[in-house]
């Protein structure tokens, strides 16, 4: 089947720096991308929608300027956390969705563990 | 053998009807969630559970531990309720209670006015 992954896996940094998650496809081209968070103890929360080439759309609550997405081709998005902060801390996940996929064709990454400290 | 199956794969119910979608799991759990994914959106999360039942409106969840199953009811089925119902765990292969999701295959639920 399809494959997304996400890089890094894990990932720990010091409060005020920025830290870059990777999503890519790996067999198909995704025109839209998803990124979700999970708190601990937490369910999954989209953050955002990415399409390829325009600007991502965020969920209410989720601060653009923080959670920096670029979808800049049909296989790979990313998503830079800037200025993370111990809040920040949580785990990120990353779904791709091929264009010519029916309904439930949606392929999700392993997911990326920050811990800010 | 998939750790997370779901069955059925496909669900066609007329409005109205009680519907049950289950999820089995083969690894030791943390959670277990219950997405919806709608056409051309993302995910929502329908419930998180770890023990017993949890009822939203019309939804309900139910968890077994010791048989590791789970399922998905919906009550006066509606159109609106036409979706992808995805499982997911969070196993405890990886970090303990904040390990890494599972996720089945989801089941695709049409209903019919």
């Known amino acids: 089947g399809a494959v997304v992954s996400q890089h890094p896996s894990w990932v720990i940094c010091k409060s005020g720096t920025s830290v870059k998650i990777e999503c890519r496809s790996l067999?198909?081209?995704?025109?839209?991308m998803f990124w979700y968070r999970q708190f601990p103890k937490q369910s999954l929360m989209l953050m955002a929608t990415?399409?390829?080439?325009?600007?991502?759309?965020?969920e209410q609550g989720v601060e653009k300027d923080k959670f920096l997405i670029n979808h800049a081709s049909l296989t790979l998005s990313t998503l830079t956390v800037t200025s993370a902060h111990p809040e920040d801390s949580s785990f990120y996940i990353c779904?791709?969705?091929?264009?010519?996929?029916?309904?439930?064709?949606?392929?999700f990454g392993p997911g990326t563990r920050l811990t800010v400290l | 053998k998939n750790e997370v199956e779901q069955s059925p794969q496909n669900l066609t119910a007329q409005e109205g009807e009680f519907i049950t979608i289950n999820c089995s799991y083969s690894?030791?759990?943390?959670?277990l969630h219950w997405l919806q994914q709608h056409p051309g959106g993302g995910i929502v999360s329908l419930f998180m559970?770890?023990?017993g039942k949890k009822k939203h409106g019309r939804l309900i969840a139910t968890i077994n531990i010791q048989e590791k199953h789970s399922s998905l009811h919906i009550t006066a089925s509606h159109p609106r309720d036409s979706a992808v119902y995805i499982c997911?765990?969070?196993?405890?292969?990886?970090?303990?209670?904040?390990?890494?999701?599972?996720f089945g295959k989801g089941t695709k639920l049409s209903v019919k006015p």
């Open positions: 067999d198909f081209q995704a025109t839209t």
């Open positions: 997911a765990v969070e196993w405890e292969g990886f970090g303990g209670s904040q390990g890494n999701l599972i």
């Open positions: 779904s791709a969705r091929s264009p010519s996929g029916s309904l439930g064709e949606q392929f």
């Open positions: 990415s399409n390829e080439g325009s600007k991502a759309t965020y």
């Open positions: 690894v030791g759990i943390s959670a």
């Open positions: 559970l770890s023990s």
